[in-house]
C-alpha cells in the first residue's frame, strides 16, 4: 500500500491594493502585446513574405514548389493584414466607430479564416505534390504543375469563401 502526498496551493489577494496591481500589470501586458508586438510581427512578417514573392517570382525560379510558395507567402500577406484588422478591436476611437463594427463581424472574421485556411490547405497540398513527387517520380510527370496549382488554388479559394457565406 502506498500513500500519496497531495499538496494544495491557494492564492489569497490580501487587499485592494494587491487588486490594483494585478489590474495594472494585466494593463500594461496587454498595451505591450497588442500595441506593440502584435504590429511589429505583421510588419516582419508582410516585408519577409513581400521578399519572398519578389525572389520567388523571377523567371528563373519557375517551378511547382516556388508557385506553391509564392501562393503560400501571398496568403500569409494576406492574413496577417486581415488579423491585424481584427486587432483593432482594442484601440477604442476604432472599436466604437460603426464601420468597424459592421466590417469585423461579416468580413473580417471571414476574411481572416478564409486565409488562414487556405495557407494550411496550400501546404497540405504542396505536402501532397512533394510525396507523389518522391515516392512516385514518374506519376507526379503526367500533369503540368504550374496549371494544377493555379487552379487548385483557385478553386479551394473560391470554394472556401462560398462555404463561409453559406452559398456552397
Same mark, same amino acid.
Not at 494544495?8 to 492564492?11: G, I
Not at 485592494?16 to 487588486?19: E, M, N, R, V
Given at each position: 500500500m502506498t500513500t500519496v502526498a497531495t499538496t &494544495? !496551493?491557494? !492564492?489569497v489577494v490580501d487587499s485592494?491594493?494587491?487588486?490594483d496591481d494585478l489590474g495594472r500589470q494585466l494593463a !500594461?501586458?496587454?498595451l505591450i502585446v497588442q500595441k506593440v508586438l502584435i504590429p511589429s510581427v505583421v510588419l516582419f512578417g508582410v516585408s519577409g513574405n513581400l521578399v519572398n514573392v519578389a525572389v520567388l517570382t523571377r523567371r528563373s525560379m519557375k517551378s511547382s514548389t516556388n508557385s506553391y510558395l509564392t501562393a503560400l507567402a501571398v496568403y500569409d500577406i494576406l492574413y496577417l493584414i486581415f488579423a491585424l484588422t481584427m486587432t483593432l478591436d482594442h484601440y477604442s476611437g476604432v472599436s466604437s466607430s460603426a464601420w468597424y463594427q459592421h466590417y469585423r463581424l461579416p468580413f473580417g472574421r471571414t476574411l481572416t479564416d478564409t486565409t488562414s485556411n487556405t495557407g494550411i490547405w496550400l501546404t497540405l497540398t504542396f505536402t501532397v505534390e512533394r510525396y507523389i513527387g518522391v515516392c512516385h517520380p514518374m506519376k507526379g510527370k503526367v500533369c503540368h504543375y504550374n496549371l494544377r496549382v493555379a487552379i487548385l488554388t483557385f478553386t &479551394?479559394?473560391?470554394r472556401r469563401l462560398l462555404s463561409q457565406y453559406n452559398l456552397l
Open positions: &494544495e !496551493v491557494n !492564492v485592494s491594493a494587491d487588486l !500594461v501586458t496587454r &479551394e479559394c473560391t
